[in-house]
Each structure stands twice: as C-alpha cells, then as structure tokens.
C-alpha cells in the first residue's frame, strides 16, 4: 500500500516561497509518476504539476508555470514542489499523487492517479 505524506505547507506573504515535500515511508516512490494538485475552498480540485518516474519529463498548469518547480530525490525517496512569488491565489491544499501508468498528458488529470496523499495546507496573505 502506497502511503504518500506531504509536509513543508503554511503560511507565507505574497511574493514569498515555501517548498512542499511528498515521501512514502512504506515504497520505492521511484516506480511511480508523481503529481501535485491543489484545492481550494469551494473550488474543484486542480492539478499543478506531475514529473516522470525518472524525473525526465515535467509537466505544469499555466498559472505557476515559472513560479513553481517539481522535481524528485529518488535516493530519498520524495518528491518536490518548490513554489515562488507566491500569490494569494496559491492559498489552498496541495495534494500529491501517484501514478503507475505511462507517463502522458493525461497526468493533468486527477483520475490518472492511483493514490493521494491527506494534503497540506499553504495560505498566502495579502
């Protein structure tokens, strides 16, 4: 069973950065395409950013592209999600999320994952 925990969430000032983390202390995140998504209040679930299993391939929503940066320590066993000039729009929870299929275009879409993590919390005041 694929256990996935994301940490790094909080607040922060607009303009300012945070770095989420993603890990599984029970597998090998390796085997897996990993996505990040968020949610905020009201609103439907929305995906941010996915990275290929060997982190070759990237993928990002228009509105962070350029902000925010994924990427994966497969020694480590987690995944990344590096946001900056953070906007109050940000504010919301970020999941993330495992695939076992090929890495496509496809990975934008929440029903490609096979496992979600129970989210963090980011705020970004005004």
């Known amino acids: 069973q694929v256990q996935l925990v994301e940490s790094g969430g909080g607040l922060v000032q607009a303009g300012g950065s945070l770095r989420l983390s993603c890990a599984d202390s029970?597998?090998?995140?390796?085997?897996?395409?990993m996505g990040w998504f968020r949610q905020a209040p009201g609103k439907e679930r929305e995906f941010v950013a996915a990275i290929k299993r060997s982190g070759g391939s990237t993928l990002y929503a228009d509105s962070v592209k350029g902000r925010f940066t994924i990427s994966r320590d497969n020694a480590k066993n987690t995944v990344y999600l590096q946001m900056l000039s953070l906007k109050p729009e940000d504010t919301a929870v970020y999941y993330c999320?495992?695939?076992?299929?090929?890495?496509?275009?496809?990975?934008?879409?929440?029903?490609?994952?096979?496992?979600w993590g129970q989210g963090t919390q980011v705020t970004v005041s005004s």
């Open positions: 999320a495992a695939s076992t299929g090929i890495f496509t275009s496809l990975h934008v879409k929440v029903g490609t994952y096979n496992y």
């Open positions: 029970g597998r090998t995140l390796s085997a897996y395409n």
